[in-house]
């Protein structure tokens, strides 16, 4: 793709996200759906190959039922209230229809289908931009209509979407597809808390973001697509590998490190709500999140390729100086507990 090509579909991309995120008008908002959507097509299709055409075939398909159900949503709004503007008092129909579409735009169970099949089949930095950048829009409609929102349509789903991104990962060894799991995990747990307290998902998505951002980074610095390219990442870059290896168990959860943050404080948040069961179950499913982290963590970390010759070691020869972001990004990744308190008092 030439460059000037690639920067005015990035810039639709980007302006698409940024006229929802700004606008109080469904029809607007309708629209920036609709370019961000038909704009993030050609970047999945960069490689143009059979797997990325049925991906992006895929993709479309879903985003486009999704839009047509929220538009039917936007309409029976406009009958009931008279109005464009987005209300404190959606109708309960179109509220409903609303957040369906909007689950379907974001991977939630029982929406999921498209995300693991679509993020496999695209390049790894299109992965990125689907799993990280096309979140921040569906998002952002659901913080605005959360007082509106049904607690026994969303809580079935975040609770579905926790139990299905566990599970769904645990026979993946395709690095994108275990990625794509996760998300659909990391989303219901934001979906959890939007009723509750929809500050505490903007905390969640932003610390989602960057822990996938450096993530996907990491991989494809090593070129990694499979559980075997990562076994092998020794020889390539020992210093890369330990970070992997901390990424994953913070991208699992596990304190004290950044990915246990979020997870703490919607707990902590639905407990105060007097809800004991919701968070038991999610604390429960989270398990299964872990667990497989921590077999990545396993293929990474404590598999040596078999050949010990130090002229095949790489990594001696090898210039890190292109990796300039990481470092920052990694340590916010990893070592943020200290700023939960913080972190509190912004909630």
């Known amino acids: 793709m030439k460059p000037p090509i690639f920067i005015t579909i990035m810039s639709t991309v980007i302006l698409g996200t940024m006229i929802v995120l700004t606008s109080s008008h469904w029809?607007?908002?309708?629209?920036?759906?609709?370019?961000?959507m038909l704009a993030i097509i050609p970047i999945f299709m960069k490689k143009s190959n059979p797997r990325a055409t049925e991906a992006s075939t895929k993709y479309l398909l879903t985003?486009?039922?999704?839009?047509?159900?929220?538009?039917?949503g936007i309409i029976i709004n406009l009958l009931h209230s008279g109005q464009w503007m987005m209300p404190k008092d959606l109708n309960p129909m179109a509220s409903a229809m609303i957040t369906v579409a909007l689950a379907m735009k974001l991977?939630?169970?029982?929406?999921?289908?498209?995300?693991?099949?679509?993020?496999?089949?695209?390049?790894?930095?299109?992965?990125?931009?689907?799993?990280?950048?096309?979140k921040i829009a569906p998002l952002s409609v659901l913080y605005q209509i959360s007082p509106t929102i049904n607690p026994n349509l969303l809580l079935p789903m975040a609770i579905t979407s926790v139990l299905v991104g566990g599970w769904g990962g645990l026979n993946q060894t395709q690095l994108r597809k275990i990625l794509a799991y996760s998300s659909i995990a990391h989303m219901g747990w934001m979906a959890a808390i939007t009723l509750y307290n929809p500050t505490m998902m903007l905390l969640n998505l932003t610390i989602y973001i960057i822990m996938t951002l450096t993530t996907f980074m990491l991989f494809m610095y090593n070129s990694a697509t499979t559980t075997l390219s990562l076994s092998q990442t020794w020889n390539k870059a020992p210093l890369i590998t330990s970070l992997i290896?901390?990424?994953?168990l913070s991208l699992g959860g596990l304190p004290p490190l950044s990915g246990f943050i979020p997870k703490w404080m919607i707990i902590?948040?639905?407990?105060?709500?007097?809800?004991?069961i919701m968070p038991t179950l999610l604390a429960i499913t989270?398990?299964?999140?872990?667990?497989?982290?921590?077999?990545?963590?396993?293929?990474?970390?404590?598999?040596?390729?078999?050949?010990?010759?130090?002229?095949?070691?790489?990594?001696?020869?090898?210039?890190?100086?292109?990796?300039t972001l990481l470092p920052p990004l990694i340590i916010i990744s990893t070592m943020m507990i200290p700023l939960t308190p913080l972190l509190s008092i912004l909630d």
């Open 63 to 72: 985003q486009a039922t999704a839009s047509m159900l929220l538009m039917m």
């Open 245 to 248: 290896l901390t990424l994953m």
């Open 286 to 323: 989270a398990l299964l999140n872990l667990y497989f982290y921590m077999r990545l963590t396993y293929t990474t970390a404590l598999t040596m390729f078999p050949s010990m010759n130090n002229m095949k070691m790489k990594w001696q020869f090898d210039n890190t100086k292109k990796m």
């Open 107 to 134: 991977g939630l169970a029982p929406f999921h289908f498209w995300v693991p099949e679509v993020t496999q089949g695209i390049p790894m930095s299109s992965g990125l931009i689907l799993l990280t950048w096309q």
């Open 27 to 36: 029809l607007m908002t309708w629209i920036g759906f609709e370019m961000n």
């Open 268 to 276: 902590q948040e639905l407990t105060k709500n007097e809800m004991i």
